[in-house]
């Protein structure tokens, strides 16, 4: 990464730069540490609050590493020493091709002197298997055919005990078992095994269990229930002799580091195909794999980043905060210092100083903090969501925390410089007496310059968003023309109103209902952050100029009670320090916007989960599906001999069945094919399913009749399949782009829209889609045709079938699904249960959400951490002030009050932004982009649990200081002398 | 003395004991202040003045002795009670005028009515009287800053003396001053000890100052070391 090295540098030559400072100017270093030691547990907070965005960076990149490194681990034990595979690959099934072409190959690999160290025939298949002893079966256990001869490169299998196993020992019709296969067929050494073989006429192949393999190497391969044969032994049993489906290829190297040659190896691989006219493809897995998980890492780190924007924001806020506090408190004595000959330079220095001990010692500290937070991010993934056989682990490249470090110090270190050059512009007279700095006609000058050059760059953002057709000028455009025109409006004395005006403004652009981003090209994630920047900007612009109108309004209106001083002090303090109010309503406001947006998914995900189960069943409750045999015969007859019909909705009706065939599909006029299913839908789903249709066309014509039928409602839509069988119904993923598919490259269909559908050897049908679902849907995706339209196009042993049940109410799903798939076994028969499966996903998608809030939720104490220090900072400036309220009567309770009241306006005034926003603006995007799939709603118990936790949080974290202050004896408080 | 004696304070002694150092800052003070007196307080820096009026005015506690206001000894009194009683019956003005700077000078003034829960109309037009009564009736919005030194003082007398205190107690309130601000504001606090039989007790290095009280007290090393009747 080339950030990291630059910045890198500049921290570097900042560190240096206060290191030549230090020795020549020796005097500065001193006031500089003096500074800092004057208050230990200053430095405290100012440190913690400067680690957080550190810690955020930081903790990005560990979890970014760790889930890299989690999918590489699984990766090597996937592929183990195999980095390229060659088959012939369609729609998901290995076709057998001659071993012939193997040895071919491998000569061709030898004769280019290619670096691999093995090359390996085998015959991969998957079957149903049970053990007959055990009384357990599997339908999706792998036999896998090796020839012992070419094993060696891929490591030997490997017994429990530790020993070498060779498939060429083993008896005739001897088996190994993986460790996997042992524990999902529950079998031990000896046992027998019956495998159930082939799509249409069943071989029944006999196996005994000679060992069980460790899990490791070619032991492990994808991660499957393996049984390992001699090849030759499984050509006979499979009635494949002499045929071959995977060729398994080793680099030289080993299992991590082979990866690097793979793509010499992959070319002398076409190469040998493409000469030899073979119909085989090499697929470079491994690389593949890896690739896939660096980028899985890199998505992670860029999620948390995007999220952790508003936590690093809020940082950078809380920084400035911090420094111009620093400043204001010692602005009486800059002054003296100015007035002492000190030059602007030399306070500039000073602070500089100062400051790059706070950016180095933070950045240091946050980086390790974020190392913690990651890891207990990888912690709460690793319990709340189900990852399969993956085993999480913690892991972090050290280089990730140097860059955190390096990152977080220049951020800091930046911010930090230019507060110093704010505070170092001080007019002398006025810094002595503690007065603001006035408003001066060059200042003005100033404001209608930067203005006026602001607007054109807003101007000219905004033009270029357009003409180029992105939101990245079309969002921040206008927004930013708006603020200028309100910097132009400042200069000639309207601050109130200009930037008022503007900011109104710029909450509308972003608000109002219509879509500013392009979804096929512009990057989501900054879009969102420059989204939530201006959002918040501008509401906090809104409020820091009208709030303390609108609140003295209210005090004029309030009563008169004992609460009425109390109110007026509370109210006055933040409304005259307009900068530090604003900052830190705006640390909270960030923060509470990502959270609330977060929860508002969760909710609006919560609230459509019924519905979304609904339209992704059909009202179908259980699918069952056959992958490795075609139709199941007497199919009905078996079921009503076991099963009786009040299991079902609607009796025998309420199963219906459809002949699956993996095809590509393609846009007659276009020339990419796309794998799909293609579904043969029986007539009893035509008419039992409930899925619905985003558009379709307005009539067809029946083939039996000759006439134009209108269509108009569901039901006619799915029935016009039935009278024409030229006719398609897709789902939404062929669709375009939608909430599961993003905007890859995929059909694009629409009602009308000609398709071609086709199997390997090229058999092929026309169709024109007739209706478009509402959904894409997630077990049934594909093109759905009449079944006679599969059956008689394409051959038999191609098909599979799939069963769709709609069971009465009240029925043990579970059991019904355990029966089903025993009385179907041996055609290797599956099960799922949609709403389970949808409800696992819905409940590992919430928990994520829950989990990233929770992280958010580490950036409220960014917030948290600026209203302790402007707390305790007040309590130290006001102590004379409150020396002289006690003497004019308030009581303890009214001091602390005051304090507590003035928290409670700046929490309640960055928790309501943050909230009202985050609301709003999941509504915009609701309505842009979801109205048609997803209802809308306001999740309100949790948003009222977050704003208490926040508030409570905020009033916890600086009731101490203000206890303290309202505790100060009078006497003591008056006599106070900073 | 016929008079009621509205301040009694009876052998009062004050220790700081803030760090290494111990300091006793009031020796065994025994003082009588009848109503209606104006007392002047004067004596070297460090005398302990400032000690003596926090301490007999309640913001401060006595290390023994006691001190009696209106016949109710301070020490019976808990914190709460204390400042009741301050906000109805005393008032103060500071070396340092102690404005709150977030608070325009009439809203500073109407402040302990406020707390002493007076109707907030009624506050405002009392406060803007008596700012009128130091000649700040135009300076009424002016945050505290955008007054000068003399201004602000008067400032906190009109606050002071807002509440129609019984006692009000004066740190070097003309401290600050020129010596015809300062005239003009003792011309003030006299005249409103004349009117409504305020108690005054003020503290000062000021012999012109000092020479318009009743009664000057003279401190030295945390006693009473002489008296003067003047007036
Ligand atoms: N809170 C305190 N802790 C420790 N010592 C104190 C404290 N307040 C006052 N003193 C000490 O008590 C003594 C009397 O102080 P006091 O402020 O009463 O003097 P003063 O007569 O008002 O002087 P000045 O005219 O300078 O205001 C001094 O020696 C001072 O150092
Ligand atoms: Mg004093």
Redesign the interface.
């Known amino acids: 990464m080339g950030l990291p090295e630059d910045a890198a540098l500049a921290v570097l030559a900042g560190i240096g730069l206060a290191a030549i400072v230090l020795l020549a100017r020796p005097l500065l270093a001193r006031l500089a540490a003096r500074n800092i030691r004057r208050r230990a547990s200053r430095v405290l907070i100012v440190v913690a609050g400067l680690l957080v965005g550190t810690a955020v960076i930081s903790s990005s990149l560990v979890v970014g590493d760790t889930l890299r490194y989690i999918f590489l681990e699984d990766v090597y034990v996937r592929f183990g020493a195999v980095d390229e595979v060659v088959s012939n690959e369609f729609s998901g099934q290995l076709l057998s091709f001659p071993e012939s072409h193997f040895e071919g190959i491998a000569t061709d690999l030898t004769a280019a002197g290619s670096p691999v160290d093995g090359v390996a025939p085998t015959l991969l298949k998957v079957m149903p298997v049970r053990n007959v002893v055990g009384n357990k079966g599997n339908q999706q256990i792998t036999v896998m055919g090796l020839n012992a001869s070419h094993e060696s490169a891929f490591g030997p299998l490997t017994g429990l005990d530790g020993g070498a196993l060779d498939t060429d020992a083993l008896g005739p019709t001897e088996v190994f078992a993986n460790e996997r296969a042992a524990a999902e067929l529950n079998v031990t050494l000896g046992q027998e095994l019956t495998l159930f073989y082939g799509t249409t006429n069943q071989t029944l192949v006999h196996a005994t269990v000679a060992a069980v393999v460790r899990g490791a190497g070619t032991g492990s391969y994808e991660r499957r229930a393996i049984l390992f044969m001699d090849l030759r032994r499984a050509q006979a049993a499979f009635n494949e002799s002499g045929a071959i489906n995977v060729i398994r290829v080793s680099n030289v190297g080993g299992v991590a580091d082979g990866v690097a040659l793979t793509d010499r190896v992959t070319q002398d691989l076409r190469l040998s195909i493409a000469t030899r006219h073979l119909a085989l493809r090499v697929q470079d897995v491994k690389s593949e794999a890896v690739a896939q998980a660096v980028q899985v890492g890199r998505d992670a780190t860029e999620l948390f980043l995007v999220m952790g924007a508003f936590g690093i924001l809020a940082g950078v806020l809380l920084i400035v905060n911090i420094f111009v506090m620093l400043a204001e408190e010692r602005k009486p004595e800059l002054g003296v210092a100015r007035a002492l000959g000190f030059l602007r330079r030399d306070l500039l220095t000073t602070f500089a100083l100062e400051g790059t001990f706070y950016a180095v010692l933070a950045a240091a500290l946050g980086a390790f903090a974020g190392l913690g937070l990651g890891y207990v991010m990888v912690y709460f993934f690793d319990r709340l969501v189900p990852h399969g056989d993956v085993p999480v682990t913690f892991h972090f490249d050290p280089a990730s925390v140097v860059t955190a470090f390096v990152a977080g110090a220049a951020l800091t270190w930046v911010t930090i410089l230019i507060a110093s050059w704010r505070v170092s512009r001080l007019n002398i007279v006025r810094a002595i ?4 700095q006035p408003a001066t006609s060059e200042r003005s000058r100033g404001f209608l310059a930067a203005g006026i050059l602001v607007a054109l760059g807003g101007a000219a953002l905004t033009a270029w968003g357009f003409s180029r057709d992105t939101g990245m000028g079309r969002i921040p455009g206008p927004p930013v023309l708006g603020i200028g025109l309100g910097l132009v409006a400042v200069s000639r004395g309207w601050a109130r109103v200009g930037l008022t005006l503007a900011s109104a403004f710029n909450l509308a652009w972003i608000l109002l209902p219509f879509g500013l981003l392009n979804q096929a090209t512009d990057s989501v994630s900054i879009a969102f952050v420059m989204t939530g920047m201006i959002l918040v900007g501008s509401a906090i612009l809104i409020t820091v100029f009208n709030v303390s109108e609108a609140l003295r309004a209210l005090l004029r209106a309030a009563g ?3 609460g ?2 109390v109110l ?2 509370a109210v ?2 933040p ?2 320090k307009r900068f530090r109010t604003g900052m830190t309503v705006a640390m909270f406001a960030l923060i509470l916007f990502m959270v609330t947006l977060i929860s508002m998914v969760q909710g609006l995900q919560a609230s459509s989960i019924g519905t979304f189960v609904e339209q992704q069943s059909g009202g179908y409750d259980v699918i069952a599906y056959t992958t490795s045999y075609g139709e199941i015969p007497n199919f009905r007859t078996i079921l009503q001999g076991n099963f009786t019909n009040d299991t079902f909705l609607g009796g025998w009706n309420g199963v219906s069945s459809a002949s699956v065939l993996p095809a590509k599909v393609q846009a007659v006029d276009g020339n990419r094919s796309y794998d799909y299913t293609l579904w043969g839908v029986d007539n009893f789903l035509i008419r039992s399913n409930r899925y619905g249709f985003t558009s379709f066309l307005p009539s067809f014509v029946n083939e039996s009749t000759g006439a134009r039928e209108d269509l108009t409602t569901r039901e006619s839509v799915w029935l016009s399949l039935r009278y024409n069988h030229t006719l398609a119904i897709v789902d939404r993923s062929a669709a375009g782009p939608n909430q599961f598919t993003p905007d890859e490259d995929r059909l694009r269909i629409v009602p009308g829209t000609r398709i071609r559908a086709l199997d390997a050897d090229g058999r092929a049908v026309n169709l024109t889609v007739v209706g478009v679902l509402e959904q894409a849907l997630q077990f049934t995706s594909g093109v759905f045709v009449d079944q006679e339209v599969v059956q008689t196009v394409f051959p038999a042993q191609e098909q599979y079938t799939a069963y769709f049940f709609q069971m009465s109410p009240g029925t043990d799903i579970g059991a019904f699904r355990a029966n089903l798939e025993r009385v179907f076994f041996t055609y290797g028969l599956q099960t799922i249960d949609i709403r389970e499966e949808i409800g696992q996903a819905f409940d590992a998608s919430q928990q994520v959400l829950t989990l990233m809030e929770a992280y958010l939720g580490m950036g409220l104490l960014v917030g948290i951490a600026g209203l302790a220090v402007i707390t305790m900072r007040a309590v130290v400036e006001r102590r ?2 409150i ?12 001091v602390l009050s005051v304090f507590l009241l003035e928290i409670a306006l700046i929490a309640v005034l960055g928790v309501g932004i943050g909230v009202a926003l985050g609301i709003v603006f999941a509504y915009k995007i609701w309505a842009v982009y979801f109205a048609d799939i997803i209802r809308f709603s306001v999740p309100w118990d949790r948003l009222l649990l977050i704003i208490g936790l926040a508030s409570v949080a905020a009033i916890a974290s600086t009731a101490q200081p203000a206890i303290q202050a309202s505790r100060l ?4 408080a ?2 106070y002398i900073e | 003395m016929g008079e009621e004696t509205i301040i009694r304070g009876v052998d009062a002694h004050k220790v700081y004991n803030s760090g290494p150092v111990t300091v006793h800052a009031l020796r065994g003070v025994n003082l009588a202040i009848p109503r209606g007196e104006m007392v002047a307080i004067m004596g070297p820096s460090g005398c302990g003045k400032t000690t003596l009026l926090n301490c007999f005015s309640g913001l401060d506690d006595l290390t023994s002795g006691e001190v009696r206001i209106e016949g109710v000894s301070l020490s019976g009194m808990n914190d709460d009670a204390k400042s009741r009683y301050r906000s109805r019956r005393m008032g103060f003005v500071f070396q340092s005028y102690n404005l709150l700077p977030v608070l325009s000078a009439a809203e500073n003034v109407e402040l302990p009515l406020l707390v002493a829960k007076v109707p907030a109309k009624e506050a405002r037009r009392k406060a803007l009287a008596l700012l009128g009564q130091v000649e700040l009736d135009s300076w009424a919005g002016h945050k505290p800053a955008q007054l000068s030194a003399g201004q602000q003082q008067r400032v906190a007398i009109a606050r002071a003396l807002v509440n129609e205190p019984a006692i009000v107690w004066a740190d070097e309130p003309t401290g600050n001053l020129d010596s015809e601000t300062s005239a003009q504001i003792m011309d003030l606090l006299v005249r409103l000890n004349r009117e409504s039989r305020q108690t005054l007790v003020l503290v000062t290095h000021d012999a012109i100052v000092s020479s318009r009280a009743h009664r000057i007290l003279r401190m030295r090393n945390g006693q009473i070391v002489e008296e003067t009747r003047g007036g």
């Open positions: 007496r503690d007065l603001p008169h009670g004992s009425r001083p007026t002090t006055s303090y409304m005259e004379t002030q020396g002289a309220l006690r003497a004019i009567g308030f009581t303890r309770r009214m004896p009078p006497a003591e008056l006599r």
